[in-house]
C-alpha cells in the first residue's frame, strides 16, 4: 500500500473508531466567541469558554412566554432525565432573549419553577450581547403583541424561533433540533455520542 493511501486508510479507521455518527459534524464553531453573561444566581457565565471540556444542550426562551418557551423547558427536561448518570457530564444552558424583563432574580424564580438543579443554568446580560449571541445562533425574536394596562404598565409578546443546538466539547454545534418538539431520546443519544 502506498503511503498516502495508508494515511487515508488510517483517517478514516480513526473516524470511524471516535464513535461520533456522521450527523453530527461540527455546523458552527461558537469557541472563538466570548460572551459575557449572567446566571439564575448573577454569577458571571462566559459563553462558551464555561461549558469547555463537556458537551452542551443549548436552549433559549423568555419567562412571559404562553405557549412555546414552556414546551421547550418541558422537552428540555425530558432530555435532561433521559440521560440519567450522564447528566453530570454535560452542561444545560437556556438563554433569555428578553433581558429587559428576565432579570437573574426573574430566572431564577423560573428555575424553581422548572424544579431545575444546580447545573442547568440560565442566562442574561444586557440586550445588546443577548441580541448579538441570538443572532450568532440563530434564534430570531420580535414583538408580535403589546399592550398597556390602565395603570400604565406595557405587556408585550415575542414571536420567536424554536431551537434547540447541540454543542461538542470544544464549543461547536454538531446538531440543531426543533426546541419544543426534539425527542429526548433521539437527543440523549447524540449527547452520549459526544461523551468520552
Known sequence: ???????????????????????????????????????????????????????????????????????????????YEALGADTARVAFVTFSFDP?????????RYAATWRLG????????????????MDRLGIRSEVSQRDTFADGRVYYALSHTDKALLLDADGRVVETYGGSAAPPEMVAQDVRALLP
Open 1 to 79: 500500500m502506498t503511503r498516502p493511501l495508508f494515511l487515508l486508510a488510517a483517517a478514516v479507521a480513526l473516524a470511524a473508531c471516535s464513535g461520533r455518527p456522521d450527523h453530527l459534524a461540527p455546523e458552527d464553531d461558537l469557541s472563538d466567541l466570548d460572551v459575557a453573561l449572567v446566571d439564575q444566581d448573577s454569577a458571571a457565565f462566559a459563553f462558551p469558554s464555561d461549558l469547555a471540556g463537556r458537551p452542551a444542550y443549548v436552549t433559549a426562551v423568555y419567562t412571559n412566554c404562553p405557549d412555546v418557551c414552556p414546551m421547550t423547558m418541558a422537552q428540555t427536561r425530558k432530555v
Open 100 to 108: 429587559a424583563r428576565d432579570t437573574p432574580t426573574v430566572l431564577r
Open 118 to 133: 444546580p447545573d442547568w443554568r440560565l442566562a442574561t446580560g444586557d440586550s445588546t450581547t443577548v441580541a448579538g449571541l
